[in-house]
C-alpha cells in the first residue's frame, strides 16, 4: 500500500470552523506537496516543501497554512473556508526536486465546506 | 494556455482494442514526463515515465516528441481493468520557474467495455 498516510479521509467542516489535515510519508523523501483537486480540472499544486522549506507556494488563499516540522510530516491548517474550497487535497512526496523524481500521493482528504 | 493539455475524453472503447492518447505542454524547460492512472474516487499512481528514447512496458509505450512538446500513451489489447483516467505529468528543470514542480493535465477518461 501506499506510503503516505492522509488523515481524515473525510472531513465537513463549517464556514467559520479550523481544522487541521494531516500527511505522513514513510518512504524516506524530502520533499512534500499539497494538490487541490475540484471535479472536472485538473490537480492544482498548492504547497512544495523540499527540506522542510517551503519552495513554492502558488498564490494560495491564507485560509490555508502549510505546516512542515519535519521531512515526514506536512499539515494543513484550515480556517473560515468557503464552500468552492471543497475538494479532494492531495498529499505526495518524492526524493527532492529533482528531474525524474516521480511523486507518490496519500489517499486524499475529502472536505466538504458548509 | 494551459501548461498541459490532453483531451478528456471520453474514449470508449471495446477489449482488445488500441487506444492513444496525446498530450502537450507549454513550457520547454520541462524535463521529465509521467503517466498517471487514477481511478475514480483513489489518489493518482505513477504508471510510467516517459524517456526521451520511447518505452514500453507490458501493453504500454510511451513516446516522447520535445521538438513538438507533446507526449503519448499507447495502451494496447486494452482490459476493463484499464477503465481509469489518465493524466499526462510533466516536471520543471531544476532552476527553472517551475523546478520540482509537478503540472498536471486534466486527464483523459478511458472506458473500455467488453
Known amino acids: 500500500e501506499t506510503g503516505v498516510t492522509q488523515t481524515p479521509r473525510h472531513l465537513v467542516m463549517g464556514m467559520t470552523n479550523k481544522k487541521s489535515l494531516k500527511c505522513e510519508q514513510h518512504l524516506g523523501h524530502n520533499a512534500m506537496y499539497w494538490y487541490k483537486q475540484s471535479a472536472k480540472k485538473p490537480l492544482e499544486l498548492m504547497f512544495v516543501y523540499s527540506l522542510e522549506e517551503r519552495v513554492e507556494n502558488n498564490s494560495v488563499p491564507s485560509r490555508f497554512s502549510p505546516e512542515c516540522p519535519n521531512s515526514s510530516h506536512l499539515f494543513l491548517h484550515l480556517h473560515t473556508l468557503q464552500p468552492e474550497d471543497s475538494a479532494l487535497y492531495l498529499c505526495?512526496?518524492?526524493?527532492?526536486?529533482?528531474?525524474?523524481?516521480?511523486?507518490?500521493f496519500g489517499q486524499g482528504t475529502r472536505l466538504t465546506v458548509v | 494556455r494551459k501548461e498541459v493539455e490532453q483531451d478528456p475524453g471520453p474514449f470508449n472503447v471495446p477489449e482488445g482494442a488500441t487506444v492513444a492518447f496525446n498530450c502537450t505542454y507549454s513550457n520547454s524547460a520541462s524535463q521529465s514526463f509521467f503517466w498517471y492512472r487514477q481511478d475514480c474516487r483513489k489518489e493518482p499512481k505513477l504508471l510510467m515515465s516517459?524517456?526521451?528514447s520511447g518505452n514500453e512496458d507490458g501493453r504500454f509505450t510511451a513516446q516522447l516528441n520535445r521538438a513538438s512538446q507533446y507526449i503519448s500513451l499507447l495502451i494496447r489489447d486494452s482490459k476493463l481493468s484499464d477503465s481509469a483516467t489518465y493524466l499526462c505529468v510533466v516536471k520543471g528543470q531544476v532552476g527553472s520557474s517551475n523546478a520540482g514542480k509537478l503540472i498536471f493535465g486534466q486527464g483523459t477518461t478511458l472506458q473500455v467495455k467488453p
Open positions: 516517459v524517456y526521451s
Open positions: 505526495a512526496s518524492s526524493q527532492g526536486l529533482a528531474q525524474n523524481t516521480e511523486a507518490f
